[in-house]
């Protein structure tokens, strides 16, 4: 379609053109076709761009043997709220050889540093200039994966993504996003689409009923805004199901929502709540740092860099 392939076009500029100023034709002419002769482009290099672009949208990537994570980490990439990983994404696809090895390494590492550039860095330049870098790098296999390369992440970087992640988490994307993560990696977790039909639940609604137990187990109401958008405040349900949920008591959401198979209980991050025989604040923060630790361990973040 136009769309798409309008967007395939400004991709591919973007690799070669450090500014993307001025019209976008004249700019394409003076960049990437200053680079490749226009006869190559049409013959040689636009189908393989296109074919990775495609592969790109579907989540699906062809690779020289079958192998678990590659897909699953496209998926979180997608759920993210910024797209400049994209670009390096497509540049690796249609410049390296499709080992399964090599490019489970890099989507791995590369899901990692989109979370972080997306909770950490939040200068749009700052984000821009580091995946450009990566895209250049993306070209050398010998910087591609060195510890002091765009991929990888230094000590004060994750230092500062772990701080983040036990934090709150205002924004419904971030929130998504993480919740999507982390039901992938609890155990008998299920990788979900960025495009299914699962919202954030809170556990402990933001605003409790008057005269609800809620408020019976969290009197403060400093603690209750500071908890309630934390990781261990956070389950999946369906929109319905979240709908009908709301503001339920906490016994009375988890028996009839969270443990139903056919509801809550479909996804890990729920069943993961619905162990909870009550939920306080000390619960929150419990899980909090469990499924903090989770991520951390997943990504590596424990580790001084690299």
Known sequence: GAKNFDDLLRLIRSLHDRQMRG?????????????????????????????????LESGMVKLSRNVTGVDEHLARLASLDHSGW???????????????DTAREFF??????AFTMQFVVTDRDARARRYRRLSEEVMSDSALFS??????????????????????????TQRRALVLKLNSLLRGGENLAASSDVTVEHVLPRNPEPGSQWLEDWPDLAERRELCDALGNFCILTKKDNQNADRMEFVQKRDLIFRNARKGGKFALTRDAARSDTWTPDDVRVRTKRLVDALVRDWKLDLPNG
Not at 86 to 100: C, E, G, K, S
Not at 108 to 113: A, G, I, Q, S
């Open 147 to 172: 510890s002091n390369g765009a991929l990888s992440l230094s000590l004060e970087e994750r230092q500062k993504m772990t701080q983040r992640l036990s934090g709150r988490f205002g924004s419904v």
């Open 86 to 100: 994209r670009a390096p994404a497509l540049q690796f696809l249609v410049f390296h050889d499709r080992d399964a």
């Open 108 to 113: 791995c590492d590369l899901e990692r540093l």
């Open 23 to 55: 019209d976008f034709v004249t700019g394409f002419c003076n960049t990437v076709l200053a680079a490749v002769d226009a006869k190559i482009f049409l013959k040689a290099y636009l189908p393989r761009f296109v074919e990775a672009y495609l592969e």
